[in-house]
C-alpha cells in the first residue's frame, strides 16, 4: 500500500457546523502533515505531526484543531470556519520524520471543503 | 522575495516536443528537490526527488540541480497530452519544512 487515503473527498458545511476531516497511511511513514491550498495557489503548511506529536503549528486559527490518534492516523477538527476557509485540505506523510534529511512527502488526494 | 520562484506559465506545447519547467531559489541551506505533478482538482503526486547538484532520469524526465546556480530544472520528453497537468517545485533543507514554487500550467496539444 503506497498511498494516502482522505475523506470525505467533498465537504459543505456552514459556519456553525462542526466537522472532521480523515486522512490515513499504512506506509509505516513517521511524519503526516496538514496543508491547506487554494486555487492556483501551491500547499500551504498548516500542521506538521512527527512521531505522532505536534512538531509545527504554522500559526493556524484555532478553528482547526488536529489531531493524531496513531501513526496511521491523522484527523482535521473544523468549527465555526469562515468562507474564506474554503480550499482543498491535503494530507501528506513522509518516511522518516520531520528534520532527517532526505524525507520527501507523498500527499493524498485531499479533501474539497466549502464552507457556506 | 519569494525563497523560490518558479517560471510563471500557462505554458503550452504541441504533443512530441521536450518541455523544460525551471525554479530558482535563493536559500542556499536548500539541498533536496522536488518535483510534483498536480491535476486539476487532485492531490501533488511526486514525480521526482533529487538530493545535491546533479542530474536525475526516470523514463520520460529529468531532474536537473544547479546548485552553483540555484536553479533547478525538470525536463519531459516527448511529451504527452496526459502530461497536462500543474507542475510544482519544492525544496527543503536537512531540517525543516518543504518550500513550494507556485506552479506552471502545463497543456500539452495532440
Known amino acids: 500500500d503506497t498511498e494516502v487515503t482522505q475523506t470525505p473527498k467533498h465537504l459543505v458545511m456552514g459556519m456553525t457546523n462542526k466537522k472532521s476531516l480523515k486522512c490515513e497511511q499504512h506506509?509505516?511513514?513517521?511524519?503526516m502533515y496538514w496543508y491547506k491550498q487554494k486555487a492556483k495557489k501551491p500547499p500551504e503548511l498548516m500542521f506538521v505531526y512527527s512521531y505522532e506529536k505536534l512538531s509545527i503549528n504554522e500559526s493556524v486559527p484555532s478553528r482547526f484543531s488536529p489531531e493524531c490518534p496513531n501513526s496511521s492516523l491523522l484527523n482535521l477538527h473544523l468549527h465555526a470556519l469562515q468562507p474564506e476557509d474554503s480550499a482543498l485540505y491535503l494530507c501528506?506523510?513522509?518516511?522518516?520524520?520531520?528534520?532527517?534529511?532526505?524525507?520527501?512527502?507523498?500527499f493524498g488526494p485531499g479533501t474539497r471543503l466549502t464552507v457556506l | 522575495q519569494k525563497e523560490v520562484e518558479q517560471d510563471p506559465g500557462p505554458l503550452s506545447v504541441p504533443e512530441g516536443v521536450i518541455v523544460s519547467l525551471n525554479c530558482t531559489y535563493s536559500?542556499?541551506?536548500?539541498?533536496?528537490f522536488m518535483w510534483y505533478r498536480q491535476y486539476s482538482r487532485k492531490g501533488p503526486e511526486l514525480l521526482m526527488y533529487t538530493y545535491s547538484s546533479g542530474n536525475k532520469e526516470d523514463g520520460r524526465f529529468t531532474a536537473q540541480v544547479d546548485k552553483s546556480s540555484k536553479y533547478i530544472s525538470l525536463f519531459i520528453r516527448d511529451s504527452q497530452p496526459s502530461d497536462s497537468a500543474t507542475y510544482l517545485c519544492?525544496?527543503?533543507?536537512?531540517?525543516?519544512?518543504?518550500?513550494f514554487g507556485d506552479g506552471t500550467t502545463l497543456t500539452v496539444k495532440p
Open positions: 519544492a525544496m527543503r533543507p536537512w531540517e525543516g519544512k518543504s518550500t
Open positions: 506506509m509505516g511513514h513517521r511524519a
Open positions: 536559500n542556499s541551506a536548500f539541498q533536496y
Open positions: 501528506a506523510s513522509s518516511p522518516i520524520g520531520r528534520g532527517t534529511g532526505a524525507d520527501t512527502q507523498y
